[in-house]
């Protein structure tokens, strides 16, 4: 029951080339900073990645991006990424937008073992008829687009169907964890790390505090240990390393 590994270079050293990962954080809030980065010194390619977005230029996911280790990105939102935009019209890069509730549900759906489900969000719109742009070519134009989807009606509205998605890894980061991989995070790093390690075949929590099983009241668990397989502790300056996205100050 103890899935506390040693470091967290030995936590990701068996993700190989062509491993699909779901990675938590929104923005640069509750990246899992430490994995990513052994993930990078690790030297894994060909990477497939599902996250809310892909980190900025220089942090986060954008470090494997910058390296060009990430060939896919099924994601919601890439605007602080200009490296990020580059790669995608340049044809170097496939990308697959997704409504960020639904990708959320698809993450959720597939930790719970639900291979689709039918939601009224993206119906009118390219999501659902196809054509997005996956992949463009060196010319400019469109080397692969979405295809279609499946439409049905329910109650009088339509509604598209959408994929559950699970990965190989995922790799999320916790305010609180224990030997038995049960996590508590902290405030808005709450967002898609719950739900990326429910994804994610074998999931790598980093955590910036380790407890002992008890510790943690079960009232304050947010995500059980069943769905955690290694747990990396993370020093007290990896701890304390958090960027901010967009510093916003007043005048005094």
Not at 18 to 28: E, H
Not at 76 to 91: H, I, Q, T
Not at 101 to 108: D, H, M, P, V
Request: glycine fraction near 14%; charge should be negative.
């Amino acid at each position: 029951m103890d899935k506390v590994v040693g470091s967290a270079e030995e936590a990701v050293a068996d993700i190989g080339d062509g491993a699909s990962l779901a990675v938590g954080g929104f923005g640069l809030s509750g990246v899992p900073d430490t994995l990513i980065q052994a993930l990078y010194r690790q030297g894994a390619g060909e990477l497939s990645v599902v996250s809310n977005n892909c980190g900025v230029d220089g942090g986060g996911l954008g470090i494997l991006l910058a390296a060009g280790r990430i060939v896919r990105v099924t994601g919601s939102y890439v605007g602080e990424n200009k490296e990020f935009a580059r790669r995608y019209l340049a044809g170097d890069l496939e990308v697959r937008l997704v409504p960020q509730g639904t990708l959320a549900e698809r993450l959720r759906a597939g930790g719970c073992g639900i291979p689709a489900f039918f939601t009224p969000a993206g119906v009118g719109s390219q999501v659902a008829e196809g054509g997005l742009p996956w992949r463009y070519a060196a010319d400019g134009g469109v080397a692969v687009a979405a295809p279609a989807k499946e439409i049905r009606r329910f109650d009088g509205r339509d509604h598209v169907l959408e994929r559950g998605i699970t990965t190989d890894f995922a790799l999320v980061r916790a305010a609180r964890g224990d030997r038995h991989g049960n996590l508590v995070f902290s405030k808005s790093a709450r967002n898609f790390n719950p739900l990326a390690a429910m994804a994610g075949r074998i999931t790598i929590a980093e955590v910036e505090e380790l407890v002992e099983p008890g510790d943690l009241d079960p009232d304050t668990v947010h995500l059980p240990g069943v769905f955690v397989q290694r747990v990396v502790a993370l020093t007290a300056e990896q701890a304390a390393d958090k960027r901010v996205e967009k510093r916003t100050v007043r005048t005094a």
